[in-house]
């Protein structure tokens, strides 16, 4: 293990992406639901399109021009945009709220899980997502995803990247911001753990929009860590 | 399971006395540190009269005389008043830092996390402590707590038997009160719960202060279950 990894006490896990493949999931859901409601759409461009309204409505609260408003809520909002453009407009109300827990059932990537394991071994492993308490709570119940504590945005009232959502998770492990790796996909996540202190930890997902081509994954010299997947990460931090 | 369980979705626990024996954990730890230190003292006095300062320092807070201070805090100043009564005062720095967090080492009753596992297939099951969320998390991973989420007092500024503190758990899983059951050995506790919305189970725990006759263990008709140990509840509940 490299020498700047000393003193890592707890990993905490940006989880949209980079521990679940929301993309993938969120067609899986919309075939089922399209067979179900005998509905013909693109599910692949309705994921895309409810995933694309997610930084916009988040940016619009990190500016103050919408009060508080969780990730279960912002979703809501999104998809009930979405709607028309699918085909989806029939749908009941309880059907609505269901299609918006999708989000809830998302799936991990396929070696998360295992990585996850060996991580928590020799150390702490939170969730650290913009997601709500609830949303990830209920994902790590249906993916089997092992965290000792689930952290949240929501718990902090302010949207990753803000360097509130970072030093309060530090502060609520009773760590200091230098022991705590913070593990993403996107580096501007990671670019805003390091200017609240936080180590980092750069996981490629190369998968995560569909196309290898629309993602930068490259390795970069500014983060502590870069691993292909969860076990290359464990191998790298000597788990 | 009786009619009046129905519609209940998730399990929120009382910690200290209900899930860990923090009276047998500390007077282990106790006896460790005085054949360590070559230091002789009433480890039971020692445990009672530390868990004996928290109500009174907790309650500080509650009436606004102490600014918010979390558990790991509260038991310091405690610990500190106790050190030349129990012959601990020439103790260093780090070996009193060590001893606060024997909070965060409190072992589970005997079939506590078996009862859990049992619990945590049908509901999810989470922490709704005064002990703050590191406490919480690290005597997790110690004790092999499998909670799905870590809630605690820490992350509403209020302290049990405050009403914000229950609401608060049943916003962030995103219930209804009502479809929330505290779990705890303490009446108080529970009587707290039930003005704030929430089911309520009663667990005996008839060892928690040493002697069966210091505590009340009667069942009570104005809870919704009543239950030996959390096997027993697992039982009740249909699990």
Chains 1, 2 share one sequence.
């Not at 089922?32 to 997610?54: E, N, Q, S």
């Not at 209920?138 to 092992?146: C, D, E, Q, S, Y």
């Not at 530090?170 to 936080?198: I, T």
Request: glycine residues 10%; positive net charge.
């Amino acid at each position: 293990m490299k020498a700047s990894l000393r003193g890592i006490k707890a990993l905490t896990f940006d989880v949209f992406g980079t521990v679940v493949d929301w993309r993938g999931s969120l067609i899986e859901e919309g075939k089922r639901l399209g067979r179900r409601k005998r509905i013909k759409a693109d599910w692949a461009a309705f994921a895309d399109a409810w995933r694309g309204g997610y930084r916009p409505a988040m940016d619009r609260v990190r500016r103050g021009e919408l009060a508080w408003t969780n990730i279960d809520g912002l979703h809501r909002i999104i998809l009930d945009g979405l709607l028309p453009r699918f085909g989806l407009d029939a749908l009941t109300e309880a059907e609505k709220h269901h299609l918006n827990r999708a989000w809830h059932r998302l799936a991990p990537w396929k070696e998360a899980v295992a990585g996850l394991k060996r991580l928590k071994k020799k150390y702490v492993i939170a969730t650290l997502s913009n997601g709500n308490v609830a949303l990830l709570t209920n994902m790590a119940k249906h993916g089997g995803l092992p965290w000792d504590c689930v952290l949240s945005a929501e718990l902090f009232g302010h949207y990753k990247p803000d360097p509130e959502s970072y030093q309060g998770a530090a502060r609520l492990l009773g760590l200091a911001p230098e022991e705590v790796l913070m593990v993403a996909a996107h580096k501007d996540d990671l670019d805003g753990a390091a200017r609240a202190g936080l180590r980092t930890a750069f996981v490629q997902r190369p998968l995560e929009f569909g196309d290898a081509a629309k993602k930068d994954v490259a390795f970069e010299p500014r983060f502590d860590v870069n691993a292909k997947d969860f076990v290359d990460l464990a191998r790298k931090l000597g788990c």
